[in-house]
């Protein structure tokens, strides 16, 4: 569904692009497809309704009439207004995050069951003490399920962050009241509560909510919704809106086949910015929410600036620097090398969301990557080169008939899985001779800025 939001836009965006004139009906007949596009994806009418009348505003004014090009003026106009609505005329400060109280801070999170809140609260948890370096701890008021307070733990386990446990017997408030004193007495900077969802908005799980939020007085209250849940997320939002004095949203799942349909009402609906963004299941998978980059990934244009950030967060510079160093010298390039190489590129995490922040027709170049069969691959080739000795892995020409069969059987695979792996070896080195002429020392640069 959303996928075909940003496969319709880029058809309009295509042909608006290859309009020489843009004339009234033309521009009508563009307009109309960027409705049925928007609707078609489930952005809610009176969105949809701002929208076009915005673009059309500005298309009919000076700008496009002026310009040398009018189909890329026009689609410049999309871009800027796509991104005013889902939070771009909003200051930067708007979507900063709000600690500026004594401690701790008390951070609630809301949304329907499954919108990814435990997820989030580590993520987020983890982001704050290491963007932030504040102490975190989590408390699940959620007494329905205790597999939610179970996964709570894990997920402040992975988050290297605390967490204070509950039990499915007490009252959520109890739990919050007892949470919210061990948090004062062992001086921590923020307390982020998560709360039961249910499958739908619900009488009861609300009351329950805003009973929370009452007590707790939370700096942040977020309201926390799937990307890929179209008009029920505004539903869901003016519901949440409604009941809570919401601060902001959190805006999960924009990875996979998300495209932002609830991006672009969910800002409206609420009134509230969206601060941050959840990809992927990972917990490293949480970046501040960024209007500009995600109108550019609606239109499908791609999201470049966090593929950067992405990589620059994954990738170990000190490693890389060093080892570009010893490519300049001119020390050969080894399998141990290789090896270093595979286990950035394992870092990396998913292939596919790496992917689908690529622009469109890059995109779709790749194809779909089974992000599963990759890592396997990786493993294998890992295995493999774990395998040879040290001296093997150093000087790979050495390695002959009888050295692959031990290696393969090491490895527990074939001997023509070695010779693939040696062959693809051979490849990556004649690759790195070529760099050395000043290739690789630009890309290394281009990581540092
Ligand atoms: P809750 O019921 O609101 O607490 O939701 P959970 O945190 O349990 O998340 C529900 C499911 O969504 C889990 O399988 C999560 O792994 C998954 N999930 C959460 N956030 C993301 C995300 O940003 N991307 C993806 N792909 N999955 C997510």
């Known amino acids: 569904m959303l996928d075909s939001l940003t496969q319709r836009l880029s058809k309009v965006v295509k042909t608006i692009r290859g309009q020489a004139r843009l004339t009234e009906s033309n521009m009508q007949e563009m307009l109309r497809e960027i409705r049925i596009a928007l609707l078609e994806a489930d952005v809610a009418i009176p969105v949809v309704r701002d929208l076009i009348a915005r673009i059309k505003e500005k298309a009919l004014g000076t700008e496009v009439q002026t310009s040398l090009t009018p189909g890329q003026a026009l689609v410049g106009i999309v871009h800027d207004e796509l991104t005013q609505i889902i939070g771009g005329s909003d200051p930067e400060s708007a979507r900063e995050i709000n600690l ?4 701790p801070a008390v951070i609630l999170l809301a949304g329907l069951q499954g919108a990814g809140k435990t997820t989030t609260a580590g993520k987020l948890g983890k982001w704050l003490s290491e963007e932030k370096k504040k102490k975190i701890l989590t408390v699940s008021a959620d007494v329905y399920r205790p597999a939610a307070i179970e996964q709570l733990k894990t ?4 988050a290297g962050i605390s967490f204070f446990p509950s039990s499915t017997d007490e009252k959520p408030l109890d739990i919050a009241k007892k949470a919210l004193d061990y948090a004062k007495l062992h001086f921590y900077d923020v307390l982020i509560v998560d709360t039961a969802g249910r499958l739908a ?3 009861q799980m609300m009351n ?12 942040e209250t977020f309201f926390v919704v799937d990307a890929m849940v179209g008009q029920d997320a505004v539903n869901t939002a003016k519901a949440f809106g409604e009941k809570l004095p919401l601060t902001g949203v959190i805006l999960t799942k924009v990875d996979g086949d998300s495209r932002g349909g609830a991006a672009l009402s969910v800002r409206m609906v609420t009134g509230k910015p969206i601060k941050f963004i959840g990809v992927g299941e990972k917990l490293t998978g949480f970046q501040r929410f960024d209007p500009q980059a995600m109108a550019g990934r609606i239109l499908g244009m791609g999201d470049i600036v966090s593929l950067v950030d992405e990589v620059r967060k994954n990738v170990d510079v000190e490693k890389a620097q060093k080892f570009a160093e010893k490519m300049r010298k001119g020390d050969s390039f080894t399998l141990e090398d290789f090896k270093d190489q595979l286990a950035q590129v394992k870092n990396m995490g998913s292939f596919s969301s790496l992917i689908e922040k690529l622009p469109a027709q890059f995109a779709q170049a790749a194809g779909q990557v089974d992000d599963e069969a990759a890592k396997k691959q990786i493993a294998r080739t890992e295995g493999i080169i774990n395998s040879m000795t040290p001296h093997e892995r150093r000087r790979p020409e050495i390695i002959k008939a009888s050295r692959k069969r031990r290696i393969a059987a090491g490895a527990g695979t074939s001997v ?3 010779n693939k792996l040696l062959k693809q070896f051979e490849q990556s080195r004649e690759m790195m001779k070529m760099m050395k002429k000043g290739g690789m020392g630009k890309m290394m640069r281009a990581f540092r800025n």
């Open 155 to 158: 997920v402040s386990e992975q």
């Open 201 to 203: 908005i619900d009488e």
């Open 100 to 103: 500026s109280v004594q401690p």
């Open 416 to 418: 023509q899985e070695v």
């Open 208 to 219: 329950e909510v805003a009973e929370l939020e009452n007590f707790l007085h939370p700096i």
